[in-house]
C-alpha cells in the first residue's frame, strides 16, 4: 500500500455551507444532509486489544460449535453455533458480552444443502434448511429473539440456494423476502410462509448485493414490472411507493438510498430527468438536467450528465461536481468522506471531504474494496492478507495496526456488529475496543 502524491482526480468543487463533525457510535448523522451511519463506536486509532470474552462452553454450546454471526438487531447480536451433527441459535449483548437469550437448539444437519438465517421483522429471526430434492419443502426454525422461544418448526416453501421456479429467501433491511425469477418477490410470515406479492420480473439490482456498508440498509426494494418500468415497494409489507410526479410521466429506472429513492423518467415534454422521495414517495427534489443514475453510488446519489457528474443529497443540494470521464467502479461512504474508486482493479481510491467539496488522500489499498469490516469515520477497519485485520489511517493511509491472521490449526475471523467489532479465535469470543 502506498500512498498517491498526485492526486487522480480534477474536480471542480462544491463547497457545502454547513460544516459537520465525526460520527461514531449509534447511527448518527456525519455532516447535516448526509444520511446516517453507524460507526465503530471504539477510537480505531491504536490496536484494539479484547473486552469482554465469551468461550463455547460459557456460552453453554457443545464442545467443538463453531460459532458465526448471522446478523444483528441493533446492539444484540446473533449468532449461529455450528456442529456436526445441527444448529443452535443464540443472541449476544456486543457491548457487554452479556447472553440475551438462547442456545436454542434448531435442528439436525441431516442431508441439507443450504441453511441460513435471516432476520424476519425484529425481533424474528427466521432460520431454514434446504432439502436435496428440489421438489421437497424446506425445514424451517422462527426464534423470538426477546423471550428465546423456539416459537415455529415446520415446512417452508421458502429456498435458501436458488431452485427454478422457488422462492428463494433474501435479507432486505431487518425483512426477510422470496424472489421468484420471471414472476415477482413474496414476503414471509412469521411461521415462515408467503404473505404479500408483488409481481415482476424477481431480480434485484445488483445494489441489493452489496453487504459492507456504513449506513443502515433501507426496507425498501426494487424490481422491474411489466412495462420496463422499475417498481419500488415495501419489504415489510409489499405497499407499491407510488412517487409524486405529474401525470403523463414515463418511469424508467429506480434507486433506493438511505431515507428515500429515487427515480430516472421522461417528463410530458420528451426529457429525461431524475428526482428524488420520501420513503413514502412525497418528492424531495428534482434536478433540471438530463442524467442518469451511478449505480454503484448507494450512500450518496450520483447523477452523470455530459457535462459531469453530479453528488448530491436527497433533497437537491449538491456536494460535488466531477468530470463525466471518472469511472464509478466503487463508491463508498465512511463519516464524511466520500472515496471514489476509478481503476479496474478498485486499488486507487480517491476521496473527498462532503462537508467541504475539497479533495482529499488518494489511498492505493484494495483493502478498501473487497476487505472492508467497518470504520470509525477516521480509521478504516479492513481483513486482507496481511492479517485478520488491519487499521488504515484514511487522512494518510497508513496501516496503523495489524491483527495477524490465523496460524496452524487456529481459526480467526472479524466481525462490525451493530457499533462493535467481534472476534473470533476458535472457541472464544470477544470484542476488540480502544486500550485504556
Known amino acids: 500500500m502506498t500512498r498517491n502524491a498526485v492526486s487522480l482526480l480534477v474536480i471542480t468543487v462544491i463547497a457545502m455551507a454547513s460544516t459537520g463533525c465525526r460520527t461514531e457510535g449509534n447511527a448518527e448523522a456525519a455532516p447535516p444532509e448526509l444520511p446516517k451511519q453507524t460507526l465503530l463506536a471504539s477510537s480505531m486509532r491504536q490496536e484494539p486489544v479484547p473486552g469482554w470474552t465469551m468461550s463455547v462452553a460459557e456460552l453453554g454450546l457443545p464442545p467443538g460449535t463453531v460459532v458465526r454471526l448471522v446478523d444483528n ?6 449468532f449461529l453455533g455450528i456442529t456436526d451433527e445441527g444448529w443452535w441459535l443464540l443472541g449476544l449483548d456486543v457491548t457487554s458480552g452479556e447472553l440475551l437469550f438462547g442456545p436454542v437448539r434448531l435442528g439436525p444437519a441431516g442431508d441439507a444443502t443450504a441453511f441460513n438465517c435471516f432476520v424476519n ?9 434446504q432439502a436435496p430434492d428440489p421438489a421437497a419443502p424446506s425445514t424451517a426454525w422462527v426464534v423470538d429473539t426477546d423471550s428465546g422461544a423456539k416459537v415455529f418448526d415446520g415446512p417452508t416453501d421458502v429456498q435458501v440456494a436458488a431452485v427454478e421456479g422457488r422462492p428463494r429467501l433474501e435479507q432486505i433491511g431487518d425483512h426477510a423476502i422470496a ?28 445494489q441489493f448485493t452489496t453487504e459492507d456498508r456504513d449506513t443502515p440498509a433501507s426496507t425498501l426494494v ?27 410521466v414515463r418511469l424508467w429506472r429506480a434507486m433506493v438510498y438511505p431515507g428515500g429513492f429515487g427515480y430516472e423518467y421522461t417528463d410530458v415534454a420528451g426529457q429525461d430527468r431524475v428526482a428524488f422521495f420520501d420513503e413514502a414517495g412525497n418528492m424531495l427534489s428534482a434536478l433540471d438536467v438530463d442524467g442518469a443514475f451511478e449505480a ?5 446519489p450520483t447523477v452523470s450528465t455530459e457535462s459531469n457528474k453530479l453528488v ?24 464524511s468522506r466520500f472515496l471514489v474508486a476509478a481503476d479496474a482493479d478498485h486499488e486507487v481510491w480517491q476521496q473527498f471531504d462532503l462537508r467541504t467539496g475539497e479533495a482529499g488522500t488518494t489511498c492505493e489499498d484494495e483493502r478498501l474494496k473487497f476487505y472492508y469490516i467497518g470504520s470509525d469515520g477516521e480509521v478504516a477497519v479492513t ?16 496501516t496503523l495496526w495489524t491483527i495477524p491472521g490465523s496460524g496452524p490449526g487456529e481459526a480467526k475471523e472479524v466481525w462490525k456488529v451493530d457499533t462493535a467489532l467481534i472476534q473470533r479465535t476458535d472457541d472464544r469470543l470477544f470484542s476488540l475496543v480502544a486500550p485504556q
Do not use: H
Open 222 to 248: 426494487v424490481q422491474k414490472g411489466g412495462d420496463l418500468a422499475d417498481v419500488v415497494f415495501s419489504a415489510v409489507d409489499g405497499r407499491v411507493v407510488e412517487p409524486e410526479l405529474p401525470e403523463g
Open 383 to 398: 481483513g486482507g492478507e496481511e492479517g485478520v485485520a488491519q487499521g488504515i489511517d484514511l487522512a494518510t493511509c497508513e
Open 296 to 300: 454503484r453510488s448507494i450512500d450518496v
Open 73 to 78: 438487531i441493533g446492539s444484540r447480536g446473533i
Open 312 to 335: 448530491v443529497t436527497l433533497e437537491g443540494r449538491r456536494l460535488l461536481e466531477l468530470p463525466p470521464t471518472v469511472p464509478y467502479l466503487d463508491v463508498r461512504l465512511t463519516g
Open 121 to 129: 421483522g425484529p425481533p424474528l429471526v427466521l432460520c431454514v434448511r
Open 179 to 206: 424472489t421468484v425469477t420471471g414472476k415477482g418477490i413474496y414476503g414471509v410470515g412469521s411461521r415462515a410462509e408467503l404473505t404479500w406479492f408483488v409481481p415482476g420480473n424477481g431480480i434485484m439490482p445488483t
